[in-house]
């Protein structure tokens, strides 16, 4: 009897090359995964953001309206500094206000608080002394129709600053022209 050679089967030769490949490729796909997760957690994240500071917006821009609301009554204003949101013009002139130090909105030293607390965001306002002049119908037009010029006009400049409790920070201002 001749001696029979023994074959093996392809597959049992190329076994181990299988494993690896198969171990490379989902060594692959996670890292892929990976990348797809961390992108979705950084969207999610500036989403929310979003949320957070169009939240803030929307109560500084409702505080504002509070705030004009209070204005049109030609509150009475302090000597100088700040007295319950009440802001007298800088001294001396050209001088920055009071609510530009970033301490001012942290102390309490004259801001007023909102009378809304909406999502838990709260807005702190002044109503800042801005000067008389003319009302906004007297810029030099030749409209002969226009009211006559009122040189009592008051004007105020009103600040807003609310902060949501995850920090988004939103301050708006408006000029605001009472006769």
């Not at 109560?59 to 500094?81: C, F, M, N």
């Not at 102390?107 to 801005?130: H, P, W």
């Not at 129709?145 to 009103?158: G, K, L």
Request: overall charge neutral; some cysteine; hydrophobic content about 40%.
């Amino acid at each position: 009897m001749k001696g029979i050679a023994h074959v093996l089967p392809a597959s049992r030769k190329q076994g181990g090359v299988a494993l690896v490949v198969v171990l490379l490729l989902l060594l692959v796909v996670t890292l892929l995964g990976l990348a797809v997760m961390r992108t979705t957690i950084l969207q999610e994240r500036m989403a929310a953001n979003s949320v957070a500071r169009s939240g803030a917006f929307q109560v500084a821009e409702a505080v504002l309206r509070e705030a004009e609301g209070i204005a049109s009554s030609k509150p009475s204003l302090p000597p100088s500094g700040c007295v319950d949101g009440v802001c007298a013009r800088p001294s001396p002139a050209g001088a920055d206000p009071a609510w530009k130090a970033e301490s001012f909105w942290q102390t309490g030293g004259g801001f007023r608080l909102a009378k809304a607390d909406i999502n838990e965001i709260r807005a702190k306002y002044v109503i800042e002394d801005y000067g008389k002049g003319d009302s906004s119908a007297c810029t030099g037009s030749i409209d002969m129709s226009a009211p006559e010029c009122d040189v009592d006009t008051q004007i105020y400049r009103i600040t807003v600053r609310s902060k949501a409790p995850d920090g988004a920070d939103v301050t708006l201002q408006s000029l605001y022209e009472v006769p």
